[in-house]
């Protein structure tokens, strides 16, 4: 962060070096750093009604209510999100979120429909779309990180992203193009310049954010993430096959041909859902560390920070234990759940400002299509923040 001394005032015409205020309105004492913690207000019980009554319309309508249910949903979850005395809030119209769904639900119906039935021509039918939206991802991801920011206010000033296309293309489309030819090397590089692009592109108001992180630091995430998954797996299943062994369940292969029957099929099954099993809980953990260390690199107008204390292995208990009452409540418990991780991620939010979070000042933030929106949610494409 930017230091500035004790008890200075900012000036009409001293404005910090790319700071959240225009030097002509820049008057604004800055005294210390002043800490502002989120705090999430939302039950579960209360969100239980939301998300029955948004699961059966949508069931109802065959999908037709899917918008307005991801407005209400959002819209409960903004608004109890609270910083500084203010809640966010989600504004974006159901009708524009439809327009969208409507579109990208008409290429994924063909695509399906080609792949299933087979019909004459099918092959060029799914290869059209499977290579248009190859061709276009990078571009839905750029929308949608648009949409969403200009979809989200506080205390009356809109956020925006200021991404480009261009941007979007060297960092979703060459990003994930090398770490496939590298056989995933450079997949926590890609992450990095994902993570860049979706934080230097986002702005609150005329101030714009900065990613100050280095792709090291993912390297480190992505290789603890690959030794919880090798590691673990052999430090499970060693003594899960002894157990196994001893209790008679498996036998000793005495020849040649064991190798090949029921007792190694056996162990081949134990030791693959082992390591699927932690792979999905390695999966939870780079998603949580990613998340706290973006949220620990961000700079907004040069003096504003944001910062994360919450546990990564925490999270990805939460996560798992989540997942767990879910498939047992045959997915009843999914309000409980979003709203049990919520309120564990916000609790462990804050930001770090040089001065008051009201002195924002608006910017003018032209409306974005919902397209590259609908996109991301009906093909569940991950942004990963």
Do not use: C
């Not at 750093?33 to 319309?57: C, D, K, M, P």
């Amino acid at each position: 962060m930017t230091d500035v001394p004790p008890s200075v005032s900012l000036g009409r015409h001293a404005a910090l070096p790319g700071s959240l205020l225009p030097a002509e309105t820049a008057d604004v004492p800055v005294t210390s750093v002043t800490t502002h913690a989120f705090s999430f207000t939302g039950q579960a019980g209360e969100y239980f009604r939301i998300w029955i009554v948004n699961t059966a319309l949508t069931i109802v309508t065959l999908g037709l209510y899917l918008p307005w249910a991801r407005v209400r949903q959002r819209q409960y979850f903004y608004g109890h999100t609270w910083l500084d005395g203010a809640n966010f809030e989600y504004t974006a119209r159901p009708v524009a979120l439809l327009r969208g769904y409507l579109v990208v639900g008409a290429f994924f119906l063909a695509y399906t429909l080609a792949t299933q039935f087979q019909f004459s021509g099918w092959e060029y039918v799914a290869g059209t779309i499977a290579v248009l939206f190859l061709a276009l991802y990078p571009w839905l991801v750029m929308k949608s990180l648009r949409f969403l920011a200009v979809s989200t206010t506080h205390r009356g000033l809109k956020f925006r992203h200021h991404g480009r296309a261009g941007g979007a293309y060297a960092s979703y489309g060459l990003g994930n193009g090398a770490a496939l030819l590298s056989g995933g090397l450079a997949l926590p590089f890609a992450w990095f310049l994902q993570r860049r692009y979706q934080v230097d592109g986002a702005a609150y108001g005329t101030a714009r954010a900065r990613f100050r992180g280095d792709a090291g630091e993912f390297y480190l995430i992505g290789l603890t993430g690959l030794a919880l998954t090798l590691v673990g797996g052999v430090l499970l299943a060693v003594p899960l096959l002894g157990v196994l062994f001893g209790a008679g369940v498996l036998d000793v292969p005495q020849t040649e041909d064991d190798w090949l029957g029921p007792t190694f099929l056996i162990a081949l099954a134990v030791g693959y859902l082992l390591v699927l099993a932690l792979y999905g809980i390695a999966w939870q953990y780079v998603r949580a560390a990613t998340l706290r260390l973006v949220l620990n690199r961000v700079e907004v107008g040069g003096v504003v920070r944001t910062g994360a204390t919450f546990s990564p292995w925490r999270l990805v208990w939460i996560g798992v234990s989540n997942a767990v009452v879910q498939a047992l409540t045959l997915g009843l418990a999914t309000p409980w759940a979003a709203v049990r991780r919520a309120r564990y991620v916000l609790s462990g939010m804050q930001v770090r400002a040089l001065v008051p979070l009201d002195s924002f000042t608006a910017d003018v933030t032209p409306g974005e299509d919902a397209l590259g929106e609908a996109a991301t949610e009906l093909l569940d494409i991950d942004l990963g923040f």
